[in-house]
């Protein structure tokens, strides 16, 4: 159990974060988590309290992590929020030196963003079982999250009024608070119109929703439960490689690029601050037109 005084500081750093940076929920529950984790770590280390820990203490439980099967990403992650943490009690005169001021991040290989092919996601489209009001939620929620390449947060979080079925767009408030616009289609306008017309309001029974994609209980549908339906509906459709909702927006990326987009487009479209992050995308395409290049040439 951590002293009042422990959370109270966690929670100050969490604050300063969502003020400066704009921080997505997600994101900040992750780094209180972390350092939470950390801090009962540390107490149970002679019984340091955060402001105390050295630069020892952050290598000695990197190092316990990385034991215990932590993958490299997420000791970066770990790390970042640490450094970040240091920093933010330095500037509240809370430590007089920085601990993680010396400590290196591991390295990182850059992981290819896991896709499907065309045919892959028109299979698990057709997945859902439209004829009743669940199926035709969850078919119009796979049609947008294709459509767009939004993130499953952004997706489950919708508000009617953030779609205009009319000018064929969807505004989204990503991370940061930076709102996009970007672009339905005719098919994901097809589905959304018959939804909200008939499903939506059979999901509803006439009670009052802030959510576009509701449960039967009127809630907003969780990202674990979205999860867990892509899954069981790969399944359904063979698609045996791993997937989860964020596998359609690096298919939504590639296929966009496959298909001739131009990459700043797709940099706005996704809502990536930074060209260097949507650049990955460009290898998966190039990687795909080789593989279809060797298999389809005659000296290939």
Same mark, same amino acid.
């Given at each position: 159990m951590l002293p009042d005084s422990e959370i109270a500081l966690i929670e100050r750093f969490a604050d300063s974060l969502w003020m400066e940076r704009g921080l997505s929920v997600n994101t900040l529950a992750a780094y209180q988590s972390d350092l939470r984790a950390f801090a009962v770590w540390l107490a149970g280390r002679g019984g340091?309290? $955060?402001?105390?820990? /050295?630069?020892?203490?952050?290598?000695?439980?990197?190092?316990?992590?990385?034991?215990?099967?932590?993958?490299?990403?997420?000791?970066?992650?770990?790390?970042?929020?640490?450094?970040?943490?240091?920093?933010?009690?330095?500037?509240?005169? $809370?430590?007089?030196t920085d601990p993680s001021a010396r400590v290196?991040?591991?390295?990182?290989?850059?992981?290819?963003?896991?896709?499907?092919?065309?045919?892959?996601?028109?299979?698990?489209?057709?997945a859902p079982l439209t004829d009743d009001s669940r199926g035709h939620r969850d078919r119009t929620m796979l049609e947008l999250l294709y459509a767009t390449g939004l993130r499953v947060s952004e997706l489950v979080g919708l508000a009617p009024q953030q779609v205009s079925l009319?000018?064929?767009v969807v505004r989204v408030m990503g991370k940061g608070g930076k709102e996009r616009l970007v672009p339905l289609g005719e098919e994901a306008v097809g589905w959304l119109s018959e939804y909200v017309r008939g499903p939506r309001q059979d999901l509803l029974g006439g009670r009052p929703c802030d959510w576009l994609f509701p449960t039967r209980r009127s809630d907003c549908i969780t990202r674990q439960a979205f999860w867990q339906l892509i899954k /069981?509906?790969?399944l359904e459709a063979g698609i045996s490689k791993p997937i989860s909702p964020h596998t359609l927006r690096h298919a939504f990326a590639t296929h966009l690029l496959n298909h001739g987009a131009d990459l700043r487009v797709v940099q706005m479209l996704?809502?990536?601050?930074?060209?260097?992050?949507?650049?990955?995308?460009?290898?998966?395409?190039?990687?795909?037109?080789?593989?279809?290049?060797?298999?389809h040439h005659p000296r290939g």
């Open positions: 340091l309290g $955060l402001q105390a820990a /050295r630069r020892s203490d952050l290598l000695d439980y990197l190092a316990l992590l990385t034991q215990q099967g932590r993958k490299p990403r997420s000791a970066a992650r770990l790390l970042s929020c640490l450094r970040q943490f240091y920093q933010f009690l330095l500037r509240q005169a $809370l430590i007089r290196e991040a591991p390295k990182l290989g850059r992981p290819l963003p896991k896709t499907l092919t065309e045919g892959d996601v028109e299979a698990l489209l057709a009319v000018q064929g /069981r509906y790969a996704l809502g990536h601050s930074d060209l260097s992050t949507t650049q990955i995308y460009t290898y998966v395409a190039r990687e795909r037109l080789k593989d279809l290049h060797r298999r």
